[in-house]
């Protein structure tokens, strides 16, 4: 019942989230089909050696940025839709106040609680469950969490404009590039999520008779253009963003909803 407490709406929204990312994927594959980029010679590049940079040929479509907009608005809201849920099933009546707190600092989380009220009615237990998963217990790192980068681009997003997104290149390790169908692609395994630069230098590349021999595997990806996940590819934050928030956030709060 929707009027009772229940994680039918945060789950919802998760989907949502999910399938905004699953219509940006064809749209990207399209997108890279046309060949959007280039390698381009540096003006000093002498007779021996080669260094390039990456140039985008052309702006990437305005469509893409409302799409990619959508997927981590959604997550947002599924954390501040399981708050209004947490207080429902302590039994209590939830209000504008109360929302999912993501802080960097201690005591930003302190006065999230104690003067704006974002977990007022939430089991004590719970508020430490969501304290245990903020940001701020990264210290100085707090920027790489994955909460803080999903706030402060859905605050982008929603507040000032549509995500900032850039066409960038790096190198990629050769264990990491795999054939499907005829084609290469690269695959990210666990880890830390690769960072792209859109001023990155290649080279220098020896120069052989004439030609350019390249020793290493150069890629081109679409990443944020901003905020904490700059130089993150698209693709690969979202569906980290996706599966964390499903398969790592929200489990632990299931069994208060049985």
Known sequence: SWGMASLMSVECKIFRAAQHFKSLEPEILQYFES?????????????????FTFQAQGPIP???GLII????????SSLDY????????????????????????????????????????????????????????????????????????????????????????????????????????????PGPTPVFDGDTKFGPFPVIGGQVHVNTQLIAVMAFGEGAARGMEISLCMSEWIRYISEKLLPPFKKFFA
């Open 35 to 51: 060949n959007p980029g280039k390698m381009v010679a540096e003006p000093h590049t002498s007779d021996d050696e080669a260094i």
């Open 62 to 64: 305005a469509r893409f």
């Open 69 to 76: 907009g959508d997927c981590p608005q959604n997550l947002r």
């Open 82 to 189: 399981l708050v209004w849920e947490l207080v429902l099933a302590a039994n209590s009546q939830p209000g504008k106040h109360n929302m999912f707190p993501i802080c960097g600092t201690q005591d930003g989380f302190r006065d999230a609680v104690s003067k704006r009220r974002r977990l007022l009615g939430v089991h004590p237990d719970l508020i430490a469950e969501i304290d245990a998963l903020q940001p701020y217990h990264l210290g100085q790192d707090f920027g790489k969490s994955i909460l803080w980068a999903l706030d402060e681009l859905t605050n982008i997003n929603k507040h000032r404009r549509v995500l900032l997104t850039s066409l960038m290149a790096g190198q990629a390790q050769r264990e990491n590039i795999v054939e499907r169908n005829g084609e290469t692609w690269y695959h990210v395994g």
